[in-house]
């Protein structure tokens, strides 16, 4: 089974602290993405399943409608019951690593996949490396940035269990309840043993971001990026994504309502039928 994994939460503070974010004071953000998120993977990656781990207080807002519309298109919601108070439910992205899968790669819901992503996506599906993330802003880099929580790739059966631990539970009682705890998570179990990152982790730098990592392990070749096939529908998808400047660097936070969810739509008639006018309003959508 494949998966790409995203988390999605009712905010309970706003994260100011998100330069990177122009619309982090709209408590509605992180609802702008979510049609463009599915059918964008619906179209990239038939093959895998989109799992969202959500928290139930989502239901509290009237965009949540969105989800009876997405019912049935590739799309598992799991409810994440822990409790938190920033951003701890980001970690169930991680869930899957103690499942029998063969890949995974853990996304934001904020941002769309992008054209470079999806090329390192694949390359690393066809490796033979357990554990990787791709590094896009010219800030990827660094301690704090050896893995991004929302750009990197797991194969959990090539990961040792010493590595990646016990269960679910164990790692996630790691956690720090700062925000950030989720990526910090990350580095900290997967990139502190140089002897395993040596052979086993993949690293790709794209677009703004050149350096090498500060641990030891396998550099992604662009010239590899650039021998993954993409078809004419996927060229179409991202061809628009430049156009309307969603792919500055992969992760980008970006509002994908209008014109690239409507070509999206156009692609899918049944879901844009089911569409409520709440919901065409907020997504643009003609």
Not at 61 to 79: A, R, T
Not at 162 to 191: R, V
Not at 249 to 278: C, Q
Request: hydrophobic share 30%; aromatic share 14%; charged share 25%.
């Amino acid at each position: 089974m494949k998966f790409l994994t995203y988390c999605f939460f009712e905010p309970l503070s706003l994260p100011e602290h998100r330069s990177w974010d122009k619309d982090r004071g709209d408590p509605n953000r992180y609802y702008y993405n979510i049609l463009a998120v599915i059918l964008t993977n619906k179209i990239l990656y038939p093959e895998y399943r989109t799992r969202i781990y959500f928290t139930n207080n989502i239901f509290d807002n009237p965009l949540s409608e969105i989800f009876n519309v997405l019912e049935n298109e590739s799309v598992d919601l799991f409810e994440f019951d822990f409790g938190y108070e920033l951003t701890e439910p980001t970690i169930a992205r991680m869930l899957p690593l103690w499942e029998d899968v063969e890949v995974f790669h853990t996304r934001d819901i904020d941002s769309v996949p992008t054209s470079v992503e999806y090329r390192y996506t694949k390359l690393f599906e066809r490796s033979r490396f357990g554990i990787g993330t791709i590094r896009t802003h010219e800030n990827h880099r660094g301690r704090a940035c050896r893995m991004l929580a929302g750009l990197s790739s797991f194969k959990p059966g090539l990961i040792p269990q010493e590595i990646k631990g016990p269960s679910f539970q164990d790692y996630f009682a790691n956690n720090h309840g700062s925000y950030g705890c989720d990526q910090d998570l990350m580095i900290q179990y997967f990139t502190t043993d140089p002897e395993y990152t040596l052979e086993n982790f993949y690293d790709c730098s794209a677009y703004r971001q050149s350096h090498d990592q500060d641990f030891p392990c396998v550099n992604c070749d662009p010239h590899d990026l650039l021998s993954i096939d993409i078809n004419e529908e996927a060229r179409e998808l991202f061809h628009l994504q430049k156009i309307e400047k969603l792919d500055d660097w992969a992760g980008e936070p970006v509002d994908s309502r209008g014109a690239y969810t409507n070509h999206l739509l156009n692609k899918f008639p049944k879901i844009k039928n089911k569409m409520t006018k709440t919901l065409r309003d907020f997504y643009h959508v003609d």
